[in-house]
């Protein structure tokens, strides 16, 4: 007798994150089943129609969005964005350019270069020899 292959599912909120998008705004079919990794995979390589439109026009969950806008997510709830957004309002965002967008992306640089400064200082000291 041979085993079963098992495949593994997650359920539609994990596909959703995988995929990027807002599961809410999903098709109710992809919202009520889970989906195996070759489904999701499946998705990513050829996406349909659906996908590729939350994916330009949104509404984005708020990982997308703290990434268009360069901030983190906690950045994000600061600044009282807690909804998802569309492509339209980050855009407008951008433009406006709020003073808490403007002090989130001040505070993600300096996170940022601090990183850096961290990775290089780990770096050297894994190149000096050991006594």
Do not use: C
């Amino acid at each position: 007798m041979s085993a079963k292959k098992s495949t593994q599912t997650m359920k539609p909120a994990t596909a959703a994150k995988k995929l990027g998008v807002y599961l809410p705004a999903t098709p109710a079919e992809f919202q009520e089943r889970d989906h195996t990794i070759d489904e999701v995979e499946a998705l990513q390589e050829n996406p349909p129609e659906w996908l590729v439109e939350l994916r330009q026009n949104g509404p984005h969950p708020r990982p997308v969005i703290a990434v268009r806008l360069g901030v983190s997510i906690a950045g994000l709830a600061r600044g009282g964005v807690t909804d998802p957004l569309t492509t339209e309002q980050i855009n407008d965002l951008r433009e406006d350019r709020p003073n808490w967008l403007v002090r989130e992306r001040d505070i993600q640089e300096e996170v940022r270069k601090e990183e850096e400064r961290v990775t290089a200082r780990d770096a050297q000291r894994a190149a000096k020899p050991r006594s």
